[in-house]
């Protein structure tokens, strides 16, 4: 199985495959353009960064596990909105999830859409979240967000798949230990049969 050599109407020498940890790549991506940055927005961000310095890449995909109550496990959701889940300035006035002094909305909207793939809106942040609450998100990871505001301020294309790991509850951990390692393969199937 390869990929199609066009993703997005990009080539695929022009694009870079973004994830957190080589668990959720698995042997699936070999030969292609593939950054890890590790966990966490922080690590995210600079590691993001400087790959676009280096590569100026036409297109980012980015792919890996996250938590849904909305979502069951193993689907693989499209996000195309995102929120910076851990942002709590409300004490000062600012609405929950609001960056302060920043010309960014609650919730940033950069990304393609992948046919045939539900939607969902990724909640970002630095916690692994065991006790999801009413939120704007209905996916949660630690890395999306940043990605995407790089993205768009860098104005790079951005396609963000997450494979849907853990229920975000009590067995949260439990479960994306067992099912990080299926993502790679869900990822490549839904890349190489765009149209399914």
Known sequence: MTFPAVLHDVSLADTLF?????????????????????????NA????????????PRLIVNLGSAG?????????ICCNRF??????????GFARY???????????????????LALGVCGSGDS????????????VDMEAYVLALIACQE????????????DAGSDAAGDWAQQVHLAGQAFKQVLCNPLR
Request: glycine share 8%; with cysteine; proline share 6%.
């Open 128 to 139: 692994f979240e065991t006790g999801h609450v009413e939120a704007p998100y209905d996916v």
């Open 98 to 116: 609001e960056t302060p002094l920043a010309d960014v909305p609650v919730v940033l909207e950069h990304g393609l859409v992948h046919p045939g």
């Open 155 to 166: 104005r790079i294309p951005l396609l963000c798949l997450k494979y849907i790991s853990d």
């Open 83 to 92: 929120v910076q889940r851990d942002m709590d300035v409300t004490p000062l």
């Open 68 to 76: 849904s109550q909305r979502h069951a496990k193993g689907q693989v």
């Open 18 to 42: 973004v994830f957190a940890l080589e668990a959720e790549a698995g042997d699936f991506f070999t030969g292609c353009n593939v950054l890890f940055t590790g966990i966490g927005k922080v």
């Open 45 to 56: 961000a600079i590691a993001l960064t400087q790959a676009i310095q280096r590569q100026r």
